[in-house]
């Protein structure tokens, strides 16, 4: 009953920037925390950022400095605002919603996965 769309992948030269966006779908009373993460080929699925209801981020420490996550609490959308792209952050990057309340229970929900490729 609740579906997360990401979207904004693409290709993208290394020191260029991206900007992904995941919007929570349903009927949802309340998102306790939105983040992200990445799978790299022959890689375990890692971190990338988190955010809270209430603004408090966390980051990974390859990203630090390089990644901006924001929320949007009144359209259930996060951000992930990507610069000074390199070409290990390529991997499919998947929008995590943690602790979603909805009229049948709560639950947590993964999105579908955007590409980002990065050429070095």
């Known amino acids: 009953q609740v579906q997360l769309v990401e979207s904004g992948g693409g290709l993208v030269q290394a020191g260029g920037s991206l900007r992904l966006s995941c919007a929570a779908s349903g009927s949802i009373f309340s998102i306790n925390a939105m983040g992200w993460y990445r799978q790299a080929p022959g890689k375990q699925r890692e971190l990338v950022a988190t955010?809270?209801?209430?603004?408090?981020?966390n980051y990974a420490d390859s990203v630090k400095g390089r990644f901006t996550i924001s929320r949007d609490n009144a359209k259930n959308t996060v951000y992930l605002q990507m610069n000074s792209l390199k070409f290990e952050d390529t991997a499919v990057y998947y929008c995590?919603?943690?602790?979603?309340?909805?009229?049948?229970?709560?639950?947590?929900?993964w999105g579908q996965g955007t590409q980002v490729a990065v050429s070095s």
């Open positions: 995590k919603a943690d602790w979603v309340q909805t009229p049948w229970g709560t639950d947590n929900y």
């Open positions: 955010i809270t209801s209430g603004g408090s981020t």
